[in-house]
């Protein structure tokens, strides 16, 4: 199963209502191809797109939340699984993409779910409540359109091909930066939400 | 903290509109989880260390839900990487509460690293900070920092030291 194909797919099943958080590497960029609206939040630190998508879903508990995760991003911050099902956010939905290597450095190096770590067990362990292995683009659909749709929190981890997609059409490129991608992201949730997240005047 | 103060800091919080306290817990600032947890207007969250706090308060944050970050000093350096790229690379605020173990007079051994390295780092960070250490100054501290990370969309701390913090024995 190689990740472009795979979030062509995840593309399918989310609307512009929903919220995506994703982790770095080469999921931001491919990601974007597919889903250049304003609805991705596209993080910037290994072991942050969980937790940070955690904060969205819970102050946001009517809104489906996607976190983009990757095997390396989740290895950096294991305890946030723990913190994900004491909370159990029922409309968050965890994708763990799992290529175990270390794509984006020099020789690829392993991590360490091309081991004996499996991250899903490790989630059962931490209390989420639906957790699942996808190892075919068949079996990660149906997981995913389940557990976006089951009103539990998940986490799905999608054991992928090492490997990039690289006929991403110069139109679709991602060019922004992080400060960018933060009031894109902003001040769709301020539409979204008919709120003012960051006003011209703080008031108490 | 004992609960009098805790309270304040809550005020403070409820002044600037804080839904979400995010916290490890701690012995400096006990006061202030218990009576966050026992708060009807504001969610709790318990993390597992200050980098993956410092990413939940964050997306709370952006969510449109103002929140803090409650910590020992010490979380400060578990923090700094979370802290840099959410501050530096995406301009998402993260307000700290925290207890200033390591003050001039700490009593433990193992606490006086905590004090030599906690303003250095806020500063390395340009990290606005107030350190109080009277009553009067909680609230309008707590609040101001809050407003100061909504204006400023960067990260800010208060730093709480004796006698409004519990040292430990």
Known sequence: MKRYDLLKQLAALVTEEDLVVTSIGGVKPEWYSLMPGNGTMFADLLGCATPFALGVALNLPHRRVVALDTDGGMLFNLGALCTVGNESPPNLTVIVLDNERYEGVVGCPPTHTSGRVDLERMAAGAGIPCTATARSLENFVESAAMMLSDGQAGLLVAKIEPGVFKDIPPERAKESDGIEDKYRFMRHIERLEKITIRPRYVRE | ?169
Request: proline share 4%.
């Open chain 2, 1 to 169: 903290m004992e609960p009098r103060l805790a309270s304040l800091v809550i005020e403070g919080l409820k002044r600037a509109h804080v839904r979400f306290v995010v916290g490890l817990p701690d012995s400096m600032l006990a006061g202030v989880y218990v009576a966050a947890k026992k708060d009807h207007d504001i969610k709790y969250i318990q993390v597992t260390n200050e980098a993956e706090g410092a990413s939940v308060a964050a997306g709370a944050w952006m969510a449109g839900g103002r929140s803090v970050l409650v910590m020992e000093n010490s979380g400060l350096r578990a923090a700094c990487e979370a802290l840099a790229r959410l501050g530096l690379v995406n301009g998402v605020p993260v307000t700290m509460l925290m207890g200033y173990r390591g003050d001039l007079g700490e009593r433990f051994h193992w606490g006086v690293n905590h004090g030599m390295t906690m303003e250095p780092l806020l500063k390395a960070l340009r990290i606005p900070y107030w350190i109080i250490d009277r009553e009067k100054q909680i609230i309008p501290a707590v609040t101001r920092a809050v407003i100061h990370g909504v204006s400023s969309l960067y990260h800010t701390a208060v730093v709480f030291r004796t006698p409004l913090v519990n040292e430990g024995k």
